[in-house]
């Protein structure tokens, strides 16, 4: 499943955001704050609300920290099976259950699964809020971890794999990136899992996990919304009080990535690749590092657009590639910045690459301008105000304040660090973290017509 936002946006926010980013210095602009209340219950579950009676409706969030990066060795994909399993029956409900109490009066549910943590989310009319407080209850203390649940989401999972890596052109290109991008550390394990592993899995497999990480003192509750506080702590106390806190202890990944000292290259075959592709990936600093908004930036003025430097550069003018792109993938421990292209036609990925290193190289030698600078910070900012329009917008960003980054108040202090940004700041980052031996360089071409050594794992759905 995908993380849903709202496509609903209201005329005076469309208008908001093309004054802002017309007109506005990012520096000018003041985020509005959430004010939230956080609490902790005797069995370790974080709980933090914020009362905003705007419409009559409620956002319901259960943030588990446990992510792919969890998953046990040789079974990768297990939080990622849960993310679906925690779908189906309870002690109290019935397969499908949270779509009926949420999609029958007007709201919806979804789930997503990341590197570092699971959450799971609703949107419905206030008056029901209860109702989804003891459904969420439900499915952290009683759910049914059974042969059937297992199988029938093992296969939903599998079969999502085979739509969103093996059938696409570039499915496997980016799966591949993430693999192989890591030496060590479990993020070298794409979160979508692997066929094989997931077949390899049994039933007490996936209870051992399940009875590890799914439980009060691994979760935070979020809710943000039109509700009366007092009539929600009672709610929350008395169905969420009563899930035990389990007595194994909580495992934490402890792998180190080793710092990486020479380049390292990386030749990838597949079939179905119409054109050839390349990436160039760089270990970054954890998500919680001031530097992490100088990247965010220098990201955007990279690959933010058609006026990005690297469309502008790869694509419009030398016609090297038909896409070109730059990612800051920031986790928890560590991150990854990738900087990527598909080839245009008849282009080889030697020729991208030099073009890649031709565009780092500028951005690491001169200062960006003054105008791709508030640019890059009004796209930014503005997405920000987009997400925070909705209850929803506004719990996710304060559950991943939370569980992401370890700090709920930067929820209200992270778009002034973003502001803070200066063109020296991009250039520092630039130059400190993206050098030669600090490089896997991998391409990706389609399956020669003759035999050779190729690496051919993924598409027998290896992890």
Do not use: C
């Not at 208008?15 to 509005?32: C, D, H, K, R």
């Amino acid at each position: 499943m995908q993380r849903k936002f709202s496509v609903l946006v209201t005329l005076s926010i469309i208008l908001l955001v093309g004054v802002i980013t017309a007109t506005v210095s990012p520096a000018q602009v003041t985020m509005p704050r959430i004010n939230y209340r956080d609490r902790t219950l005797p069995n370790g579950l974080r709980v933090l609300t914020a009362a905003e009676h705007s419409s009559p409706t409620v956002a319901i969030q259960v943030w588990y920290k446990v992510g792919s990066k969890d998953d046990p060795e040789g079974r990768s994909g297990f939080a990622h099976l849960f993310e679906h399993m925690l779908f189906k029956g309870t002690r109290n409900m019935k397969d499908e259950m949270m779509d009926r109490l949420t999609e029958d009066v007007g709201g919806f549910n979804n789930a997503s699964t990341f590197d570092d943590f699971t959450n799971y989310y609703e949107v419905v009319p206030s008056n029901y809020l209860e109702t989804l407080i003891w459904a969420e209850a439900d499915r952290m203390g009683s759910l049914n971890v059974d042969e059937k649940n297992f199988k029938s989401e093992r296969d939903v999972v599998k079969e999502e794999f085979r739509s969103r890596v093996l059938a696409p052109p570039y499915g496997r290109f980016f799966y591949l990136i993430e693999k192989n991008s890591f030496a060590k550390h479990p993020y070298r394990r794409p979160g979508i899992g692997s066929i094989e592993e997931l077949d390899a899995a049994t039933l007490e497999d996936v209870r051992s996990f399940h009875a590890t990480f799914y439980r009060p003192d691994n979760a935070t509750l979020v809710v943000v919304g039109d509700f009366d506080q007092k009539e929600l702590d009672t709610w929350v106390d008395k169905y969420f009080g009563r899930v035990a806190k389990p007595d194994r202890p909580l495992p934490r990944v402890t792998v180190k990535e080793p710092e990486r000292v020479t380049e390292k290259r990386i030749k990838e075959y597949a079939p179905n690749v119409p054109l050839p592709a390349i990436a160039l990936t760089y270990l970054m600093p954890t998500v919680k590092s001031d530097d992490a908004y100088a990247l965010r930036v220098a990201e955007s003025i990279l690959s933010g657009g058609e006026s990005s430097r690297l469309y502008q550069s790869l694509v419009y003018q030398q016609q090297i590639a038909a896409e070109a792109f730059a990612q800051a993938d920031l986790r928890e421990d560590l991150g990854l910045f990738v900087l990527g292209a598909i080839l245009a036609s008849e282009k080889k990925p030697e020729e991208a690459e030099r073009s890649l290193l031709a565009e780092l190289k500028r951005i690491q030698d001169s200062p960006v301008t003054s105008a791709e600078l508030d640019k890059a910070k009004n796209q930014l900012i503005t997405n920000e105000f987009q997400e925070r329009e909705t209850s929803e917008g506004k719990s996710f960003a304060l559950g991943q304040a939370a569980v992401l980054f370890g700090d709920a108040t930067r929820v209200n202090t992270g778009i002034e660090k973003l502001q803070a940004v200066t063109a020296a700041d991009v250039q520092r980052v630039m130059k400190k973290y993206f050098h030669d031996n600090n490089r896997v360089v991998i391409t990706y071409e389609a399956e020669p017509t003759t035999p050779q050594t190729r690496n051919t794992n993924v598409g027998k759905g290896e992890g």
